[in-house]
């Protein structure tokens, strides 16, 4: 069937004039044959409206355990050797989040309605403990590091909102299932129809973190020296070796740390 509606995809895209949409935006995510087999990755490029039109028909599965080699997935990156691992990724279409605790779906439409992508259900998604995915596809690719700053980015709205980012989703070489669902649960995808997200307009802001201390050490001179403690009582039990020299560290190093915290 993705085949099917890829050759439909490469077919329309011939035929039809340059788009200048969101659907239009092409993103190229790698296929993998299943979960434990990371090396021969099939790069597939195709717009976000196909990728949608896919994630819109998932396949019915009757268990969501030991799915690890029986159900196909793929990742919107792209890899050194088609071999899925961190340290290979070479570039990212799309930030995915996954909410899989306390969710809210109207909360999490509402957080992210103001771009472009897509909302679905996922394989263990009921109506009394609620799971989605959220897909949010960049207006360029992005490096695996710039890609990480802008999870963190996204984690910070979230948390604002009361929702929590599944942390594993934060890996550049993440593997998502096909879209799959049980056959007694609902299954339901939602069109964010706003903007295309810019990754340089997030890149260009400090994150939260680093924009409080610098707040507050915006007064001190660079070079001055900050002598970081621990808390009296904070030892660790574990620590019986009596007191420590506490480290110091320029302010341009502190701030450097945090950036890449």
């Not at 296929?31 to 490029?45: A, D, F, H, M």
């Not at 990156?77 to 990212?92: I, S, V």
């Not at 594993?168 to 879209?179: A, E, G, Q, V, Y």
């Not at 802001?205 to 009296?232: I, Q, W």
């Amino acid at each position: 069937w993705f085949k099917a509606l890829l050759k439909a995809d490469r077919m329309m895209s011939a035929e039809a004039p340059p788009q200048l949409g969101w659907r239009d935006r092409t993103i190229t995510l790698t296929r993998w044959k299943n979960l434990v087999t990371p090396e021969g990755g099939q790069r597939v490029t195709i717009t976000f409206a196909t990728f949608i039109k896919w994630i819109s028909t998932p396949v019915t599965i009757d268990r969501v355990e030991g799915l690890e080699t029986i159900l196909g997935g793929f990742s919107l990156a792209m890899f050194e050797g088609d071999y899925r691992e961190a340290k290979r990724c070479l570039t990212l279409d799309a930030l995915v989040l996954d909410y899989d605790k306390q969710v809210k779906l109207d909360t999490i439409l509402s957080l992210w309605g103001g771009y472009a992508g897509v909302l679905h259900t996922t394989k263990k998604h009921t109506d009394a403990a609620p799971r989605c995915r959220v897909v949010l596809p960049y207006t360029r690719e992005v490096t695996p590091d710039e890609h990480a700053r802008l999870w963190r980015w996204a984690v910070d709205r979230s948390v604002g909102q009361g929702q929590e980012v599944d942390k594993s989703t934060k890996d550049c070489s993440r593997f998502w299932f096909d879209p799959s669902k049980l056959a007694e649960a609902p299954y339901q995808v939602v069109e964010l129809s706003g903007a295309l997200l810019n990754p340089d307009e997030v890149l260009a802001k400090p994150p939260a973190n680093l924009a409080v201390l610098d707040f507050v050490l915006s007064k001190a001179s660079p070079g001055d020296e900050l002598t970081v403690t621990r808390a009296e009582g904070a030892r660790s039990p574990r620590d019986r070796s009596g007191p420590k020299a506490a480290p110091s560290f320029s302010l341009e190093q502190l701030l450097q740390e945090i950036a890449n915290a």
